[in-house]
């Protein structure tokens, strides 16, 4: 089937060569641009996630293809409103898959990937995680409704296309309308932050009225201070991909009861035992 983020990495390339031409030429004091070491590892981690997804899109393929066969009924492709509802159903599945990779801590070791650059550009959409099989679950349920595999693989990869556009500071904010309706570079920007007001918000992805109706939405006031509450400090990709994974098992090792390991498998990143 057609692979559309194949098909787009030139265009993402060229942008990505652009913007920091920009940099050089059009900088800008309040923009941090880009630091050669940063972009690397996010260039380093993004063709990680290619090769893995070589393997593992076949078994997500496979996974899809089997709910489908036991699906009620199948909608067809060739009618334009299953299209629009497969972009309401995907976007809705893309704001719970990312709210619970902020507030699940087990799942948060698979996204933390994409958050740990303490640098904002198109190089920072590339910074993808090498653990994506977190992910199926959220998008199985549009198999069982009908939707088929390839419509949903599709419609995904719209997603995920769009979504590196969002990654900049070149863009400032965009007319009013689209804001209200449409995650935006601004409102991406916030998620990004690691400023206390800006922490675990925005996690719409073509649409930010998700965030608007169950109450995430921060809209992008105060600069932001990009990365994580406690940065990695590090630009080795393996552990940038696997190290929180690592912190998980340290904590879940040196817990003293259940509870505890249960907290640091499956609370917040941030949870402790004396957290109540």
């Not at 098909?7 to 390339?13: S, W």
Request: contains cysteine.
């Amino acid at each position: 089937m057609f692979d559309l983020i194949l098909h787009a990495i030139p265009v993402f390339a060229i942008c990505l060569a652009l913007e920091a031409v920009s940099f050089h030429f059009l900088p800008d004091d309040d923009e941090k641009g880009y630091e050669l070491r940063d972009a690397t590892t996010s260039l380093s981690m993004g063709l990680g996630q290619v090769f893995i997804n070589i393997g593992w899109k076949l078994v997500v393929l496979a996974v899809f293809a089997a709910a489908y066969s036991v699906a009620p009924f199948h909608l067809p492709a060739d009618n334009p409103l299953v299209w629009v509802a497969l972009f309401f159903a995907d976007d809705f599945a893309y704001y719970w898959y990312h709210r619970l990779h902020h507030e699940v801590r087990v799942l948060w070791g698979s996204h933390v990937v994409h958050h740990s650059s303490q640098f904002y550009n198109l190089s920072t959409a590339l910074r993808q995680t090498w653990t994506p099989m977190t992910a199926l679950p959220f998008w199985l349920p549009l198999a069982f409704l009908g939707f088929s595999p390839w419509m949903i693989l599709t419609q995904q990869a719209i997603s995920l296309v769009y979504q590196f556009f969002l990654h900049t500071e070149r863009v400032q904010k965009l007319p009013r309308p689209l804001e209200f309706v449409l995650n935006t570079p601004s409102h991406h920007r916030v998620h990004h932050g690691s400023n206390p007001e800006y922490l675990d918000t925005n996690y719409g992805g073509i649409l930010i009225v998700w965030d608007r109706l169950f109450g995430t939405f921060e809209p992008e006031g105060a600069r932001v201070r990009y990365g994580l509450t406690k940065n990695i400090e590090t630009h080795n990709p393996v552990t940038v991909a696997f190290g929180e994974y690592r912190n998980i098992v340290r904590d879940v090792r040196t817990a003293t009861d259940w509870r505890a390991r249960f907290g640091y498998v499956f609370r917040g990143p941030g949870w402790t035992p004396t957290a109540q």
